[in-house]
């Protein structure tokens, strides 16, 4: 019994492309995610130094 399927493979443009997309994909969603945590951060330090100037 022959197999007769088709075999369809990436040529080196479309996989470079698809690397290229992921990268990019990643670095929007890496900056959001730092942008974020970082705000968090600079809001928890700032309410905590108001805490304790109002305290002494």
Do not use: C, P
């Not at 945590?37 to 304790?52: D, E, N, P, T």
């Amino acid at each position: 019994m022959k197999n007769d399927s088709k075999q369809n493979f990436l040529n080196r443009d479309e996989v470079n492309e698809m690397i290229e997309s992921a990268i990019r994909r990643h670095n929007r969603r890496s900056t959001i995610i730092s942008s974020v945590l970082g705000w968090i951060l600079i809001g928890g330090y700032s309410f905590g130094l108001f805490q304790a100037v109002q305290n002494v």
